[in-house]
Each structure stands twice: as structure tokens, then as C-alpha cells.
């Protein structure tokens, strides 16, 4: 069993910042591992940040540079800063726990746990 809890989402104006909080608990596998994934209207759900128990991370290509994912060191709450927020980058953002943990994937087959989103709105 998990429990994730995203907060911090809200609506901004292209060019601003948000950041994402996601507080998890649940008992899984010591390699467990976070990703960040997001579904806009009409678009399937894509992945866009992971990170590894050892700190890696991986990137969805239209967000590296402007998106940071991080974790505290107790690895239970993992953050998403986003700066220079798009109009295309208006979703649900979801947090997730792949409980085996491996490679660094955004692809969400490999995640277990889900929370159950935070609305994201960028307007131009």
C-alpha cells in the first residue's frame, strides 16, 4: 500500500514559477524510486522527470532546463521546481513510486503508485 499527496500546484503566467510537493508513505523495496508525470486535456498521460534512490535523474526532453526534481533525504517527499512555465506545460502532474526501482524511466508501466494529481495551469 502507498499514499502519495501532491500540493503546490495553482495557475500562473508564462515565464513564472511553480513547485510541485509530493508527500509519500507506504513501505516498498529500498531502491524505490519517484517520477513526475503529467496528462493535459485530450493528451495521453507522458512522463517527465525520475529520480533514483542515488540521486540520478532523468528528464522529459521539453522541460530539461527548466524543470528540477529533487527528493529530501529521508526520500520521502520528492518536489518538481518548474521556472519558465509554457502554455503547453498546462496538465495534471502526477507523482509516482516505482517500488523495484532500475534504470530511471518515465515510462509510467513501470510505477506502481499513483497520487491523485495537482492541477497545473499556464496561461500566455
Known amino acids: 500500500d502507498a499514499d502519495l499527496v501532491e500540493s503546490g500546484g495553482g495557475s500562473v503566467r508564462a515565464g513564472g514559477s511553480l513547485t510541485l510537493s509530493c508527500a509519500a508513505s507506504?513501505?516498498?523495496?529500498?531502491?524505490?524510486?519517484f517520477g513526475w508525470f503529467r496528462q493535459a486535456p485530450g493528451k495521453d498521460r507522458e512522463g517527465v522527470a525520475c529520480?533514483?534512490?542515488?540521486?540520478?535523474?532523468t528528464y522529459l526532453s521539453s522541460v530539461e532546463g527548466r524543470f528540477t526534481i529533487s527528493q529530501d533525504d529521508a526520500r520521502r517527499n520528492v518536489y518538481l521546481e518548474m521556472n519558465n512555465l509554457e502554455p503547453d506545460d498546462t496538465a495534471i502532474y502526477y507523482c509516482?513510486?516505482?517500488?523495484?526501482?532500475?534504470?530511471?524511466?518515465?515510462?509510467?508501466?513501470?510505477?506502481?503508485?499513483w497520487g491523485r494529481g495537482a492541477q497545473v495551469t499556464v496561461s500566455s
Open positions: 507506504g513501505s516498498w523495496y529500498s531502491t524505490y524510486q
Open positions: 509516482a513510486v516505482d517500488e523495484i526501482g532500475g534504470a530511471c524511466s518515465l515510462l509510467q508501466k513501470w510505477y506502481d503508485y
Open positions: 529520480i533514483r534512490k542515488d540521486g540520478t535523474t
